[in-house]
């Protein structure tokens, strides 16, 4: 117990774990390293399967107002479109469909660069068959979905961590 006018000192200790884990620890990232490249270079090639968003019928294309931002987030907004253009994750387009952005501030402090897809996502539809099943084990250390928590994050490098 302290007594009044004692100086004391109390001292806690945590274990630290990284926010964002290093890949080299993970063991399939170190047996197929070469298929992890250390910065992604573009989009995937062209495939033979073409893939379509349903319309709801009579749906006419939608283009939402761009929200309004501040001149630091216009700033990061320029510079996020440059870098996904430069990668040609993105491109130019004339497409009378749109969808407005807007940023989410990261555990780190950087901003998320988030399209808000709900206008158009109301004039889609929707899939009507179920997800598979998930009660079967895939692996050794999932037992059960409900008594084994399996936590799963996919980072794409820096971009969306």
């Not at 109390?10 to 298929?35: N, W, Y």
């Not at 440059?82 to 009378?96: A, I, N, W």
């Not at 099943?133 to 250390?141: G, I, V, Y």
Request: with cysteine.
């Amino acid at each position: 117990m302290i007594k009044g006018g004692c100086v004391a000192y109390l001292a806690t200790m945590v274990e630290a774990q990284k926010e964002h884990p290093d890949l080299g620890g993970i063991r399939v990232v170190c047996e197929f390293s070469d298929v992890f490249p250390a910065e992604l270079p573009g989009l995937p090639p062209d495939r033979e399967i073409e893939f379509v968003i349903d319309l709801v019928s009579g749906a006419a294309p939608i283009s939402k107002a761009p929200y309004r931002m501040a001149p630091v987030e216009l700033k990061e907004l320029k510079a996020q479109l440059q870098d996904l253009l430069d990668k040609e994750f993105v491109r130019p387009s004339m497409s009378p469909w749109g969808a407005p952005v807007l940023f989410v501030k990261k555990k780190d402090g950087t901003l998320r660069l988030c399209v808000d897809y709900r206008e158009l996502n109301k004039v889609t539809v929707k899939n009507k068959y179920p997800l598979p099943r998930c009660d079967a084990p895939t692996s050794q250390e999932v037992t059960h979905p409900r008594t084994t928590p399996v936590l799963a994050r996919l980072t794409l490098l820096t971009s969306w961590a």
